[in-house]
């Protein structure tokens, strides 16, 4: 495996364990005191792990790969008691296939009186396993009682180090301290959650003494970019031409199908105010994209006679229509917004909806006029992440709730709008907003990004552009740009269509 390829293996699974830690409520955050004496803001208890079957799994797999790649040479696993037990019993017997080795706290009064129960001989090296390390004081004790017995261990392996003098204690003594996660990884990932704000951060890091002077930011820190930017789905996206069989969404069949005849996964934002101005750009860029999203509601001069030369033109030069609503109402009010002064479900092939309102509101009222032939409406797309700094769709939880909506309703639920690939089913296409290849931000909350970054690292589909193309002076040109780079980079390793 390349060494980019096991960085960003190795930053997907810490983004992983620390989504999972945050769910499982690992991180407290109040005031405790520490064994040391000090006060301390955030409280970290693994303990909470071993009570999810999936984290406890997933730490000691990544404790298992950290122990294969470091080249340790062992005989046996040691857990240090007793927090480190359940990981050193999942990692020896299912992942490492090694002996498991359990050591007392004191020696039985009766029978074998061992200090150390397992398979094992004089002279043997042991891997040590230990949930979190501070001092290295418990470390240091057990080893003591290894080498009373002839055994050895020269490498201990962590999930966290609170990097508070233990790393170099156990140096020392002989011992490498190898951790999953350390303080740094820990606050920078809670800090780019939204979990602690910049306040808490300072907080934190001055009442545990560590020795950061900012908060990281994701730009300087490429394994904490790999942190914030994967997708929360790792696995790869499924040929084109097999997703467009697959998929039993009509409208995804016509989205993927237009996909592929027209080469082009664009869909241009069309952020202009009237009538003229946004079908003078359709015609421009009607043969290049994908789709053309709209604001009706930002058009002064909208009628019925505006979305009527829209549908022609829609119907003459193949795209979808894409109305960008974000209904976030009661099911009842979404109801009549979609039926108001502007008809949307008359003219529009797809709208937002916002996934706040929760599922009772969204599903069974979409869902009537969607299977109303009636309507052109023919699906809708749940925003699971939004572009905007700051956005509150980072809070704990709101994503996977969103996805949770769509996977009950795939009938109604086309895909999403996020920033990174939220679901792996290969049905739910994944749009993404907060695309630029020329700028990075505008001065009203707006974050861009690149091409590469949208479709490649972060595995979207469909990249959403506007002022990209619409306030440049030669949007053909902009428009063929960005068609050409993101159509590569979807296709790229896409045996279905080169
Ligand atoms: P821009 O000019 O590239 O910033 O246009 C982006 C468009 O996508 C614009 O119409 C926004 O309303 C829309 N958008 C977004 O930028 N970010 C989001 O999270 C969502 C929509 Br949802």
Not at 39 to 55: K, N, T, V
Not at 153 to 179: M, W
Request: aromatic share 8%; hydrophobic share 40%.
């Amino acid at each position: 495996m390349s060494s980019l390829t096991e960085n960003t293996r190795n930053g997907a699974l810490k983004r992983n364990l620390l989504r999972l830690m945050l769910k499982a409520n690992v991180f407290k955050f109040g005031e405790f005191q520490l064994k040391s004496g000090q006060i301390s803001p955030i409280y970290i208890d693994l303990r909470e792990c071993f009570g999810h079957h999936e984290l406890a799994m997933l730490i000691s797999e990544a404790i298992s790969q950290q122990i294969e790649s470091s080249g340790a040479q062992y005989s046996g696993v040691l857990g240090i008691p007793y927090a480190a037990l359940p990981y050193a019993s999942i990692a020896a017997s299912n992942y490492l296939k090694k002996p498991l080795l359990i050591v007392r706290k004191e020696a039985k009064s009766y029978g074998t009186k061992k200090l150390i129960e397992g398979l094992y001989q004089p002279n043997d090296c042991l891997v040590l396993i230990e949930d979190v390390v501070t001092t290295g004081g418990s470390i240091l004790d057990v080893v003591k009682t290894l080498h009373a017995e002839s055994l050895t261990a020269t490498d201990v392996f962590c999930i966290l180090d609170r990097e508070q003098g233990g790393s170099e204690k156990l140096q020392n003594a002989g011992i490498t301290l190898h951790s999953l996660l350390d303080m740094n990884t820990v606050l920078t990932f809670l800090f780019s959650t939204g979990a602690i704000s910049e306040a808490q951060w300072y907080g934190i890091v001055q009442a545990l003494n560590l020795k950061y002077t900012t908060p990281t930011k994701f730009d300087i820190c490429n394994e904490i970019e790999d942190l914030r930017s994967l997708p929360f789905v790792d696995n790869m996206r499924t040929p084109l031409l097999e997703r467009e069989s697959l998929t039993e969404s009509p409208l995804n069949k016509k989205i993927l199908s237009i996909m592929r005849t027209k080469k082009s996964n664009l869909c241009l934002a069309i952020d202009y105010t009237t009538v003229d101005e946004v079908l003078q750009m359709v015609e421009l860029a009607g043969p290049f994209v994908l789709a053309i999203k709209v604001h009706a509601d930002a058009i002064v001069d909208f009628s019925e006679e505006f979305t009527k030369k829209l549908t022609t033109m829609a119907n003459d030069m193949d795209f979808i229509i894409f109305e960008d609503r974000k209904f976030a109402d009661t099911g009842n009010t979404n109801l009549l917004q979609l039926h108001g002064t502007q008809k949307i479900a008359s003219w529009a092939d797809v709208v937002t909806v916002h996934a706040v309102q929760g599922n009772d509101s969204i599903a069974g009222v979409f869902r009537k006029v969607i299977q109303d032939p009636a309507y052109r409406l023919k699906g809708i797309l749940l925003i699971a992440q939004l572009s905007t700094k700051g956005s509150l769709t980072s809070l704990n939880g709101y994503t996977e709730s969103a996805v949770e909506i769509a996977n009950d309703n795939r009938d109604v639920v086309s895909g999403f709008i996020t920033q990174t690939r939220v679901s792996a089913c290969s049905d739910l296409l994944n749009w993404t907003p907060g695309v630029n290849l020329d700028a990075k931000s505008d001065s009203a909350g707006q974050q861009w990004r690149g091409v590469d970054q949208a479709i490649e690292i972060q595995q979207n589909d469909i990249v959403i552009v506007g002022r990209g193309v619409t306030s440049s002076s030669e949007p053909v040109q902009q428009l063929k740009r960005y068609r050409q780079i993101a159509w590569e980079a979807l296709t790229k390793n896409d045996t279905s269509i080169n």
